[in-house]
């Protein structure tokens, strides 16, 4: 497979193809991918503008940790309609992940606290890495999670859950973050980046209108009232059903040639 790097070296953040994997990586190691303004407009564009023939991808970052949150040096004197446009605009990068065109993949390793937390849960798999910790230290230096957290951590791991992590500075390691919903997957140290790639082919492998219904439909059903979900359900499964694609697919599978679900796939 060939990789193209795709932007200057000194750039907050790097985008690489690799066949149909975007692999999108922080590049602030030496700030532990402290997120400023160029870094979070930086996500913005690369997740906008993927190129075409991309259909899953996987968010990293350089060195130790997946990233430190705000960077705090930026916290400066800003003014009230300042820091909300600040926080508006974290929340445009990051629906820009969540309810962009492909389905993400993070690998987590480090730190992943604060506004780096906040990255994580807008993507749509998570894989953590042994030395992965979770943290939420808003609560510790005076200010509120400004990135979405608010909206997407309680639905990962509960309101009062998040509360606690705040009021007290708790930090979660790898594995108890596994149980609670901040990963899907804990891996070694190391090994967290090959797992994120591998699970990003299977995605990429799957059918397009599925996976659109899984990261556009299935959370707009899970927030949404009863009725709606299952009248949102019933025209999600028809055109999913429609495709050619899931004709031949589940043709495949009746003529035993596809793989079947067991629980070492
Ligand atoms: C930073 C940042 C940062 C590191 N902003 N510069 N986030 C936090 O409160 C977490 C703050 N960071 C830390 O607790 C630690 O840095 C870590 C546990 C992540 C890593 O520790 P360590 O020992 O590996 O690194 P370090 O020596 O603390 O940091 C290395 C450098 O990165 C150092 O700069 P240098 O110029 O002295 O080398 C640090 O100042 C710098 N650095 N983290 C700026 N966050 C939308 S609202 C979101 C609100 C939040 O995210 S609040 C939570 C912010």
């Known amino acids: 497979m060939s ?16 066949g149909e994997i975007a692999i999108v990586r922080l590049e602030r190691p030496e700030k532990r991918n402290a997120l400023n303004d160029p870094a979070v407009l930086a996500l913005e564009g690369a997740f906008r503008d993927l190129p075409k023939g991309v ?38 990068a990051f629906e820009a992940i969540e309810f962009g065109r492909v389905p993400v993949v993070s690998a987590l ?21 042994q030395s992965t ?7 510790q230096r005076g200010i509120f ?26 930090v979660y390691r790898a594995d108890e973050g596994c ?17 994120a790639l591998e699970l990003a082919c299977k995605i990429a492998g799957n059918a397009g209108r599925t996976n659109f219904a899984l990261i556009h439909a299935l959370p707009r059903i899970a927030e949404g009232d009863r009725a709606t ?28 040639r596809a793989a079947k679900t067991t629980p070492e796939d």
Not at 133 to 139: K, M, R, S, T, V
Not at 234 to 255: N, T, V
């Open 133 to 139: 910790f979770y943290a939420l230290p808003e609560g």
């Open 229 to 256: 979900g299952y009248l949102m359900e019933a025209l999600m499964a028809a055109i999913a059903q429609e495709d050619g694609e899931a004709k031949s697919r589940m043709r495949a599978f009746l003529e035993k």
């Open 179 to 195: 149980q609670i919903g901040f990963s899907h997957y804990v891996t070694p140290d190391g090994l967290g980046l090959a797992k």
């Open 55 to 92: 259909k899953a991808a996987v968010l990293c970052g350089a060195g130790a940790h997946f990233s430190a949150g705000l960077d705090l040096s930026e916290l400066a004197e800003t003014g009230l309609s300042e820091a909300v446009d600040h926080s508006r605009m974290w929340h445009r």
């Open 3 to 18: 990789a193209v790097p795709l932007a200057e070296a000194s750039a907050p953040v790097s985008i690489r193809i690799e």
């Open 109 to 129: 390793k480090g730190a992943v606290v604060g506004g780096g937390l906040e990255l994580a849960a807008a993507t749509h798999v998570r894989v953590a890495e």
């Open 145 to 170: 999670v400004g990135g979405g957290g608010s909206v997407r951590l309680p639905r990962l791991i509960g309101a009062s859950r998040m509360m606690e992590m705040m009021l007290t500075g708790r």
